[in-house]
């Protein structure tokens, strides 16, 4: 081939290939007027929230989580540490009681030795 005949097959196709871009589509994606107002009026307008007050509710909502399950954990703590130091009084209690009637004992003892 010589390069007059390989521009002129150069120049074919690419007038082939305009004419198919040039074509108009067969199909139109268009939605009538009266879809558009009925898919915009079912959604209600949103208020938008401001940085400002959306970070003051997630501080305040954060602080009072965080509060809530702290109180519940201390309380929880409290009652064990309440139940532990009830369960201590009850056995030294016993343990008062066991020396007091031991030392009873040993009087009882200590008196019957004297009288003899």
């Known amino acids: 081939?010589?390069?007059?005949?390989s521009k002129m097959v150069l120049s074919a196709l690419r007038s082939v290939a305009m004419r198919?871009?040039?074509l108009p589509a067969r199909r139109s994606f268009s939605t009538s007027p009266f879809l558009k107002e009925a898919?915009?009026?079912t959604l209600p307008a949103k208020k938008p929230?401001?940085?400002?007050?959306?970070?003051i509710f997630g501080f305040l909502t954060g602080t009072i989580v965080a509060g809530a399950s702290v109180y519940y954990y201390v309380l929880g703590e409290y009652r064990v540490s309440n139940e532990m130091l009830t369960e201590d009084i009850y056995a030294l209690q016993a343990a008062t009681?066991?020396?007091q009637a031991y030392i009873g004992e040993l009087e009882t003892k200590v008196d019957q030795l004297k009288k003899k």
């Open 1 to 5: 081939m010589t390069t007059r005949s």
């Open 20 to 22: 198919r871009a040039v």
């Open 39 to 41: 898919a915009g009026s």
């Open 49 to 55: 929230v401001g940085a400002f007050r959306g970070g």
């Open 97 to 99: 009681s066991k020396l």
